[in-house]
C-alpha cells in the first residue's frame, strides 16, 4: 500500500485539504508515539507515582484529532 493509500484508508472519509490531511498524519504519529512511549514508561520498573506523572504528562500532550476537524 502506497502512502496515499493508506492515508485515504484513515482519513478519506474527511474529505481533507492537502495541508489538513498532512497536519493530521503529523498528529496521528504523534499521538501513536506518545502511546508507545507510555506502554514503554509503564513497563519500567518505576515506582507507581512516577509512572502516573509520566501518565498525565503524556496525556496532557495527545492532540484530540477529532476535535480539530469541527
Do not use: C
Not at 493530521?24 to 506502554?39: D, I, V, Y
Not at 512516577?50 to 477529532?66: G, H, K, L, P
Amino acid at each position: 500500500m502506497n502512502p496515499f493509500d493508506h492515508f485515504d484508508k484513515l482519513f478519506g472519509d474527511l474529505g481533507l485539504s492537502p495541508d489538513d490531511a498532512a497536519m493530521h498524519l503529523f498528529l496521528a504519529g504523534w499521538n501513536s508515539a506518545l502511546r508507545e512511549m507510555s506502554e514503554h514508561v509503564q513497563a519500567m520498573p518505576f515506582e507507581k507515582d512516577t509512572r502516573d506523572s509520566f501518565a498525565v504528562y503524556f496525556q496532557r500532550q495527545v492532540i484530540n484529532v477529532e476535535a480539530l476537524t469541527k
